[in-house]
Each structure stands twice: as structure tokens, then as C-alpha cells.
């Protein structure tokens, strides 16, 4: 076994244990707490009759390591609940059951995901490409105007809040220019032009926001990497600027930007509210809030699991992709 993949799959270890106590403090954050657990699982118009029905199945009466293991079972290998007149069953990963929608939480989010992913696929390549190019550039022209101009629009993107910018590139965009209707979400297998056109704001929307991050972090590591040794060793012998830059010193720093672009991308799954709401998509984000305002225990917990499992996804391979481009991290 190579020692790229020992790494991997120390990393994928890793993962799952992380996974795994993300579960239980969930579990124990939302079901672990005082008060009438099944009378706020089931909601507010729900007969005590059928509140003693909830209880029943998510076996609140049982000791708490036999409730958490009722709950990882259904995680795992899915779980039968009983709807009065018949029993449904809920396959793997099985994330619970909403009373008061009657859906299948993992059926419910399966519906929402793509939207999400979407927004933040497309987002995520732009926000790499205008942040990172906006960085390196600034680094390269350090000390000039063109420095001075790129520090300047990166500092207004961190400081304008995302619907600012998508209110204003509605109102220029779609109102004043006419150049693109305005968004509504077409789903990708519908249509995938117009899935791309209608989430082109959108997607400016989000990446503005997060490029100014990342131009700031590559001019500073670019800066860093430049300063080294090794660099100016390279322009010693002669290598030309732009292979310097490009080859050397853009490699160098590229871990920190892989480090934040796994915590940005699994954070925005669903985390970006703003951006859906503002646009009317019905992602996760959107969907977590809604279940927030009417107390819909089971979505709540669902929503938090799934945007734990991308958040830990993307750091494990973010570490993965660091080993590629960087091999002494395997040696560690």
C-alpha cells in the first residue's frame, strides 16, 4: 500500500468518526433537552393520543443509549414508522419522519438538494476564478495601481452584504439592461440552458461575495510563497516571471485556498439563505429556515446532519487534493 493511499484512508477514518460524533451531539442537542420532546416533534395541533404515537417511535421512554441507537439504525440500515392505517418504511439513510407535512425527511431533502448543489457548484467555479486570478494578479503587481485598485474592490466585496449585490445586478441586469429575465429556478434535466441563465445572478451573487475572501488569501499567500528561498533561487538562474508565478509560486499557495474552499463550499450548502430567498430557490437553505419558523423538529435535524456530512466531505477531500498537489503531507 502506497503511502498516498494509507493517507486517504486514514482520512476517510477520520471522516466517519467525525460523522459519528456530529450524530451524537446532534442527536443529543434536539432530543437530549427538557421539555415534551414528542409534543414539539409532532406539533402544535397534534392530539395527545397521537403525541404518545411519536413518543412510541422515536422511543423516548427507553434508556438514551437505546434511543441513540434506534436513531443510528435508522442512519444506517432505515426504519419503520407507522402512519395509524399502515406501516412506511423508510429506507437508508433514513433521517426521520416530519408530522407535520407527513414526508420522509430524506425524501423531502433529496427534493431540495439539487438546488443547493447547484447554486453552489456554479458558484464555487467563479468564486475560484475571480478570487484566486484577483489575487495573484495582486501579488504579481504589488506596489502598483493595479494593486491598489484589485485591494480596493476586494475590500467593497467582503463589506457588501450578498443581497446588496444581488438586489443591484436584479435591478441593472434584468430591469435596466433587459440582458437576462429574472430568476426562476428550471431544474437541469428540464432544461439545462435555461437552468444555467436563470442561476447566472445568482451565482455572481454568491461568488462575489466569497472571491473578495480568496483574493485576499492568495495575494497573502502569493506574497508568502514569493519571499522563499526557492523563488529566488528560480529568478537567480533566470526562470522567467510568469513561470516563476505560475509553475512555483501559485502551487505553493494553493493550501490555504484549498482549506477555505472546502470550508466555504460544504458552509454554503446550507448556509446560503440569503441567495435562495432572494432569488426564490428552493434549496436546503431556504427549506432549514421555514422548518425553523413552524418548529419542524425532524427537518431541523435532518437539515444539520446533511450540511455536516458535506462540510466533513469537503475537508476530507480538500485534505486529499492537499496531499496531491503537496506530497510531504503525506510524510506527516
Known amino acids: 500500500m502506497t503511502r498516498l493511499a494509507g493517507f486517504v484512508l486514514r482520512r476517510a477514518a477520520g471522516a466517519l468518526i467525525t460523522l459519528f460524533a456530529i450524530s451524537v451531539i446532534v442527536y443529543v442537542v434536539f432530543y437530549v433537552t427538557p421539555g415534551n420532546v414528542a409534543q414539539i416533534t409532532c406539533g402544535p395541533r397534534c392530539s395527545p393520543a397521537q403525541v404518545h404515537q411519536v413518543a412510541e417511535q422515536l422511543h423516548l421512554h427507553d434508556p438514551l443509549y437505546e434511543r441513540y441507537w434506534h436513531f443510528l439504525q435508522g442512519l444506517v440500515v432505515g426504519q419503520d414508522y407507522s402512519t395509524g392505517t399502515s406501516v412506511e418504511h423508510c429506507p437508508a439513510p433514513c433521517l426521520g419522519l416530519s408530522y407535520q407535512s407527513d414526508q420522509q425527511v430524506t425524501r423531502l431533502i433529496l427534493t431540495k438538494l439539487p438546488v443547493s448543489l447547484s447554486l453552489v457548484f456554479g458558484a464555487m467555479v467563479l468564486w475560484l476564478v475571480l478570487g484566486v486570478g ?124 484549498i482549506a477555505l474552499n472546502a470550508n466555504n463550499f460544504g458552509g454554503a450548502v446550507g448556509g446560503a439563505v440569503l441567495t435562495e430567498t432572494l432569488f426564490g430557490l428552493p434549496g436546503i437553505g431556504q427549506e432549514l429556515v421555514h422548518a425553523v419558523n413552524v418548529v419542524d423538529l425532524p427537518v431541523v ?28 503531507v503525506v510524510l506527516t
Open 134 to 257: 484577483t489575487g495573484v494578479l495582486s501579488a504579481w503587481r504589488r506596489g502598483r495601481l493595479t494593486e491598489r485598485l484589485l485591494t480596493g474592490i476586494t475590500l467593497a466585496g467582503v463589506a457588501t452584504p450578498v443581497f446588496v449585490i444581488g438586489l443591484v445586478l436584479m435591478i441593472v441586469v434584468c430591469g435596466e439592461l433587459e440582458l437576462l429575465p429574472f430568476p426562476q429556478y428550471v431544474a437541469f434535466t428540464d432544461d439545462p440552458e435555461q437552468w444555467a441563465w436563470n442561476l447566472l445572478l445568482p451565482w455572481f451573487s454568491l461568488a462575489l461575495i466569497e472571491a473578495a475572501a480568496f483574493a485576499r488569501l492568495t495575494r497573502a499567500a502569493m506574497l508568502e510563497t514569493l519571499a522563499e528561498d526557492h523563488i529566488r533561487t528560480f529568478r537567480a538562474y533566470g526562470v522567467g516571471e510568469r513561470s516563476v508565478i505560475g509553475r512555483h509560486a501559485l502551487r505553493g499557495a494553493f493550501a490555504p485556498v
Open 301 to 328: 435535524v435532518g437539515m444539520v446532519l446533511v450540511i455536516g456530512f458535506f462540510v466533513v466531505i469537503a475537508n476530507a477531500v480538500a485534505d486529499v487534493l492537499y496531499a496531491v498537489a503537496d506530497r510531504r
